[in-house]
């Protein structure tokens, strides 16, 4: 009995292997029939191009010979070495001659008001409550350009380190920091006075 189930079973097994090749077959076959098309069309346009006289090679360009360059530079102190003694001497005392008290303090957080010029802004009132008074600001370029902005003494804006140090009916008082020719920082005052209008 359990012979006969075997052989049942192998010969079930034959079958569906045949019927597999069977069918891979045929489906390879409905492939082919179906890539094999009209192909006038195909023919057609390679028959015109072959049709067409062939066009004109544009000559090689020419070849530029090259130019070798001297690096002429090595004779010079390279940026990445050790200064010299004498030039961070000349440079110690062209320090020496500014005055540390008057510089930026390299620590301090920036102020919104920072990112835009002076020049971007102007004076349009100010607003007093008991012990606290208020210079009124109106940006004129810039991403905020139109908005009133409420500024207070000790405040800083501008571009320049400018910190508030009065603020009057009629202007505003900054004083900036801006560097001068020998390098050092030089204070600078500057008003913002009321727009008319």
């Not at 908005?147 to 571009?159: A, D, F, M, R």
Request: aromatic share 6%; hydrophobic share 35%.
């Amino acid at each position: 009995m359990l012979s006969t189930t075997l052989t049942k079973i192998s010969s079930l097994q034959r079958r569906s292997h045949s019927f597999a090749r069977k069918f891979t077959i045929a489906g390879l076959s409905l492939a082919l029939v179906a890539c094999g098309g009209n192909t006038d069309d195909l023919e057609a346009w390679v028959d015109t191009i072959k049709a067409k006289p062939p066009g004109r090679i544009q000559p090689m360009p020419d070849v530029k010979v090259y130019q070798p360059h001297d690096y002429s530079s090595a004779a010079l102190r390279s940026p990445f070495a050790v200064m010299e003694l004498e030039l961070e001497q000349q440079l110690k005392l062209l320090h020496d001659g500014c005055d540390d008290s008057i510089r930026p303090d390299p620590e301090r957080r920036r102020e919104d008001l920072e990112r835009y010029s002076l020049d971007s802004m102007e004076m349009v009132g100010t607003l007093n409550r008991p012990g606290k008074e208020w210079g009124l600001i109106r940006m004129t370029a810039g991403p905020i350009s139109g908005n009133v902005v409420k500024v207070q003494s000790g405040e800083y804006l501008g571009i320049n380190h400018g910190q508030i140090n009065s603020i009057s009916a009629q202007q505003i008082e900054i004083t900036t920091l801006v560097p001068d020719s020998k390098g050092c920082w030089e204070r600078r005052t500057v008003y913002l006075t009321l727009a008319e209008g």
